[in-house]
C-alpha cells in the first residue's frame, strides 16, 4: 500500500485548508486511517482516524474545526480543517491499517509523507 499525502500550504488564521491522502496498491488491507502531525520539537500526535465504516475519533484540540472523511470508491481519506490557529502549524501525515485500533496507537502499518501546514497569526 502506498499513500500519498498532499494539500498543505500557508494560511492565515481563521482560515482553511482540506488535506487528502491518495491511497494505492492493496488496499483491500486497509480499514482505518488516520491522520497525525508534529510540530518542530514536539512529539507526533493522532490528529483525527476514521474506520471504513466511517466510525471517527478526534483529538480533543481539534473538535468541532476538524473533519476527516474518505471516499472509498476514490481510496482516498480527506481531513477538512477549518478556524485554524498558529498552534495547528505542524507536517501533517496520513497512516492506514487492517486496524483501527493500531491507527489510534500510531503503529499503522502503512505511511505517507508528510504535508506542511503553516497557519500565520
Known amino acids: 500500500v502506498q499513500l500519498q499525502a498532499f494539500g498543505g500550504g500557508l494560511v492565515q488564521a481563521g482560515g482553511s485548508l482540506r488535506l487528502s491522502c491518495a491511497a494505492s496498491?492493496?488496499?483491500?488491507?486497509?480499514?482505518?486511517m488516520g491522520w497525525y502531525r508534529q510540530a518542530p520539537g514536539k512529539q507526533r500526535e493522532l490528529v483525527a482516524a476514521i474506520t471504513s465504516g466511517g466510525s471517527t475519533n478526534y483529538a480533543d484540540s481539534v473538535k468541532g474545526r476538524f473533519t476527516i472523511s474518505r471516499d472509498n470508491a476514490k481510496n482516498t481519506m480527506y481531513l477538512r480543517m477549518v478556524s485554524l490557529k498558529p498552534e495547528d502549524t505542524a507536517v501533517y501525515y496520513c497512516?492506514?491499517?487492517?486496524?483501527?485500533?493500531?491507527?489510534?496507537?500510531?503503529?499503522?502499518?502503512?505511511w505517507g509523507q508528510g504535508t506542511q501546514v503553516t497557519v500565520s497569526s
Open positions: 497512516a492506514a491499517d487492517r486496524l483501527f485500533s493500531n491507527i489510534v496507537a500510531q503503529r499503522g502499518a502503512y
Open positions: 496498491g492493496s488496499i483491500f488491507s486497509i480499514n482505518a
